[in-house]
């Protein structure tokens, strides 16, 4: 199952910067998307989510933007901090998919002190 | 802040065996979810349940695999006869809305199947 990718299994990133997380889907019938982040030895705990219809949503220091045309979203975590150092997931359901969400590989990514 | 209990943490069984794995979704909720990960591979849907019936499941969630809410507080998942690639991560998960603005997932349990 292709329909969601996360193409870079880690990212490593200085306290304070920016932190860039993408992932691509296949299925144009998606209408929502969000970001869940994990931590060892707990389940994804749901960050944002962006409708179809939007093409940016923010929260906080955690922005997501989505480009249906490339079928491409970002999340955005300004500034980076230590404690965002996790497992991020990019998932997308639709209403033809029923109340199932499809996960991408996850990204690692580590914020240095 | 309300949580998804899964019980237990980590359950070790032999093939052929049953396991039930537990979950307590958040009282309110109204949606209940089963997803698993197996090593190293994708967090991948198993079976949707509302209104006291799955309202879907994916090729995966096969004859060994039931759920049921048999008190309206718990939620569980039973493998009738584990394989050993019934191995993973079994996390549980609520929410208030079909929509998902957000499943809650659970701490998970960690099947292992020897």
């Known amino acids: 199952d292709q329909q969601v990718k996360q193409n870079s299994p880690s990212l490593s990133v200085q306290e304070g910067r920016i932190s860039i997380l993408n992932c691509d889907y296949t299925?144009?019938?998606?209408?929502?998307f969000l970001w869940y982040k994990k931590y060892p030895a707990e389940g994804p705990t749901f960050l944002i989510s962006?409708?179809?219809?939007?093409d940016k949503n923010e929260d906080g220091r955690f922005t997501v933007f989505l480009n249906k045309s490339a079928k491409h979203l970002s999340l955005h975590i300004v500034p980076s901090q230590p404690g965002d150092s996790a497992v991020y997931f990019c998932?997308?359901?639709?209403?033809?998919?029923?109340?199932?969400?499809?996960f991408g590989e996850g990204t690692q990514l580590t914020v240095n002190p | 802040e309300p949580e998804v209990t899964q019980t237990p943490s980590h359950q070790v069984t032999q093939m052929g065996q049953e396991v039930i794995l537990r979950c307590v979704p958040i009282?309110?909720?109204?949606?209940f979810y089963w997803y698993r990960q197996i090593l190293g591979q994708k967090v991948e849907f198993l079976v949707s349940f509302y209104n006291n019936e799955i309202s879907e499941k994916s090729e995966i969630f096969d004859d060994q695999f039931s759920v049921e809410r048999p008190d309206g507080s718990n939620f569980t998942l039973k493998i009738r006869s584990t394989k050993l690639e019934d191995s993973a991560m079994y996390f549980c998960?609520?929410?208030?809305?079909?929509?998902?603005?957000?499943?809650?997932f659970g701490s998970g349990t960690r099947l292992t199947v020897v």
């Open positions: 998960a609520s929410s208030y809305r079909a929509i998902s603005y957000g499943y809650t």
């Open positions: 009282s309110n909720h109204l949606y």
């Open positions: 299925n144009s019938m998606f209408d929502y």
């Open positions: 962006i409708s179809s219809i939007k």
């Open positions: 998932a997308a359901g639709g209403e033809t998919s029923g109340s199932r969400l499809t």
